[in-house]
């Protein structure tokens, strides 16, 4: 299993309501994968986002902590693949949670002077 997801979930021409991910862990980001021929847009509401969401795009997300959605779009077909950790996995194996990310994570030693 080439993944750090356990999770991997595969949605097909669906129409994906407001939701918070109730399974995932708080501090771990989701993988959202978008794959097909369509235009559709990825609704982020505790931000007041709307982002593009085309074929090809790959976005991180707290999806247990923001409210997201992806409302009916104009033309083509949308395959969206959505990786997740199972906050379970954790409890089962009495294993710790990540810590939230931090900029300073992300940049590495960019940020460091």
């Not at 949605?11 to 989701?30: M, R, Y």
């Not at 409302?71 to 950790?85: S, T, V």
């Amino acid at each position: 299993w080439p993944s750090i997801y356990v999770g991997i979930d595969v949605i097909v021409n669906q129409e994906t309501p407001p939701h918070l991910d109730k399974v995932s862990a708080p501090s771990l980001l989701d993988l959202l994968v978008s794959l097909g021929t369509h235009d559709a847009q990825l609704h982020v509401s505790d931000l007041g986002s709307i982002f593009s969401y085309q074929p090809g795009t790959m976005i991180y997300l707290a999806g247990k902590l923001l409210h997201h959605s992806v409302p009916k779009w104009e033309k083509g077909e949308r395959i969206a693949l959505d990786h997740y950790m199972k906050d379970a996995v954790h409890n089962r194996f009495g294993l710790p949670r990540p810590s939230f990310t931090q900029q300073k994570d992300l940049l590495g030693k960019c940020l460091q002077t």
